[in-house]
């Protein structure tokens, strides 16, 4: 059957995916392009082959030929990796994109990643990765299991994990695993186990479940192999048009001066790798100073190799590595510090004197991060090398009988607070014992005064792994009245502010044309609503109902303006727009008046910076457009003086900072893996995922090794973040 109809992705789908439960054959038929298909759905807008031809600087039957003409391993790789569009490849090729961007050279990573990753060779080593992880796993439960003294309990699990570890191969491994059982630990014998041995147990009986799960989807590692080689043909694709989009990204930046930070860097290596060049500018420096070393990356590190002449002073501590987001990689810092600790290549100086804390606190730090931060669950080892020690003996004779100083929990019982979270219970509890100690009139150490005085709200501050619980804060101290200051960044797809520009660019364009259908109807809907205008809804009702919109005083305000767009650029149809609307004095209806206006001129800064990439309004709404449907974050901070209020901020913005009385909240919330859900994965390590040819009975070896190295690197960095959380307590 041929078929041809009007609608698309699902219902084609539909159709389709129904015939073939019905036993027919079905040969899907759709054009290629075609020209007089308009940009609106409706029979508005411009032509969208004419558009494209403009972009392009081609003929409209240059572009269809370029997509009629398409080399058929294009279309084998949409059929084979698609299921109803492009969206996981177009994806894909931009996170290739940013992987190669961390590289020092791109091209020549997407260029001989094919010939390095996907071969016989290279997948029979990355095979023996996952079998070698398999074995280590079993022999760590083994240790954990011999930690149990319950003789029975004990005897019963060595006894299944003998059996599998003793397997000589991979495929009889699994074989065995699916048929075994972890035993049960019976009812009413808790007691006869430790709180550490009932851990142990339970940190066994997971790796061993998750084998078993694993089991169940896992094939031989003959089919393992050939899947994950029957990736080339469609990686050649990926990577080719990776190459094309990079090619057309490199060219935009150069023809518009725009650049990322990592851009420039790279740009500076390619100067510093011309030998008259490096020797020239190398002479300028008669010492180089480093400070927060444990941050640098790969690239800052190569320019620094290039810029060195045994003249480099780094200063850093590698348990402040907190920045893997910006691709710090604190592992450059660590293999430094142990060979110069052997006088290799350089000389180390240990600076382990704490002035910021107290003696109680550094005796409590020592002795959880001695626990937490060695070599088996970290690159770091706290103890001796990192372990910081006491200095500040202004603190001996100062001291408040009623503070006890030192590490301490508040604990609660969650059945004592009913139909409270756990987020609300904990700011609760914050508060509740931040007005205790500031009607007790409890008192600090001022080192300024060098003397003790009354404890205020600034010297309280509380700090979260995120700011998603910041609003439920916010509402508890204002019920307890307490100020409080929430130090955050705002996303601009999540403000009011820029939802209204980009809704009045989109008016304004709409009137421009004379298109009042209902994306016009929508955004003008938003903007007579929104704090601007602040019509009611009876008002907008009647409006929208009996299309009055060009009568309302809204309407013939921004006609006015639009009159004018074609004179204008972006910042003066911003300015334009902010002044005919009293767009400033409006913002204290919102609330929160310095970060909104802040939120305003970065706007503005933003429509003035892109004034030369976008040509007319219709290219600076996409853009808007992008930020939302990619949820792209851009962020603005605002830097504000902070009066008697507790402090609300997050670990990265804490750092550097210190505080009498400190809280810890929201610690029990799971890592964020949202990154680890992409079917699509590469990775210099781990290989080549392509989602679309494994499925839950078929997963890739690829991914399962990138995905658990991804969790253990975020765990180690998450007990970074709370050691420097936890050092800004003086």
Sequence with gaps: FIIYFLFTYIFEDLIANTLRLAGYKVKHVMNVTDVGHLTSDGDEGEDKMLKAAEREKKSVMEIAKHYEDMDTSFIETCLGLSIKNDEDIRKFVINILRVASLKENPDKFIDEYVDKHINSEFIDD????????????????????????????????????????????????????????????GKNTSSLYTDLELSNRDRCKKIFANYKELASTLKTEKIIKSTYLAQLKFAKVILSLTKEVKYALDTFKKENGLYRFEDIAKLAIELMEIEEVCLDVKKNFKYIMIDEYQDTSDIQEKMISLLENNNVFMVGDVKQSIYRFRHANCQIFEDKYQSFKKEIGGHKIDMTQNFRSRKEFMEDLNKMFTLLMNKTNNPISYFPDHMSNYGNIAYDDNKDENLSYGISSIRYDKTFFENMKTPEIEASLIANDIIRKYNAKVKVYDKELKAMRQVSFKDFAIICDRGSKFDIFKRVFTKYKIP?????????????????????????????????????????????????????????????????????????????????????????????????????????????????????????????????????????????????????????????DIDDSVLLTNIHKSKGREFPLVYYANLASNFNSAGLKSDYVIDDTYGLTLGGLYNDENISISKYLYKQNEIKEDREEKLRLLYVALTRAK
Excluded at 548 to 558: N, V
Aim: charged fraction near 30%; proline fraction near 0%.
């Design 484 to 640: 409080l200051y929430i130090q955050k960044d705002t996303t601009i797809e999540n403000s009011d502010v820029a939802m209204v520009v980009k809704n009045l660019f989109i008016v304004l364009l709409k009137i421009k044309n004379k298109q009042y259908d209902d994306i016009f109807l929508h955004s003008y809907c938003s903007i007579i609503r929104s704090f601007v205008f602040r019509y009611d809804d009876k008002r907008i009702y009647n409006i929208i109902k009996n299309k009055q919109y060009e009568s309302d005083d809204a309407f013939i305000i921004l006609k006015d303006i639009s009159a004018c767009v074609d004179e204008l650029n972006l910042k003066e149809i911003m300015d334009l727009l902010i002044n005919k609307l009293d767009i400033e004095n409006s913002l204290i209806t919102l609330g929160d008046i310095n970060e909104n206006q802040y939120i305003l001129d970065y706007l503005r800064s933003l429509a003035d910076t892109f004034d030369g990439l976008y040509k007319d309004i219709d290219e600076f709404v996409a853009f808007f457009d992008d930020v939302y449907k990619e949820k792209i974050n851009i962020k603005a901070s605002s830097i504000q």
């Design 126 to 185: 990355l095979f023996n990765k996952f079998y070698s992880k398999i074995k280590q796993d079993i022999s760590f439960s083994y240790e954990l299991a011999d930690s149990i003294s319950y003789q029975k309990d004990h005897d019963a699990i060595i006894n299944v994990l003998s059996k599998v570890n003793d397997t000589s191969d991979f495929d009889t491994f699994i074989k065995i695993i699916k048929d075994l059982k972890f035993p049960s630990k």
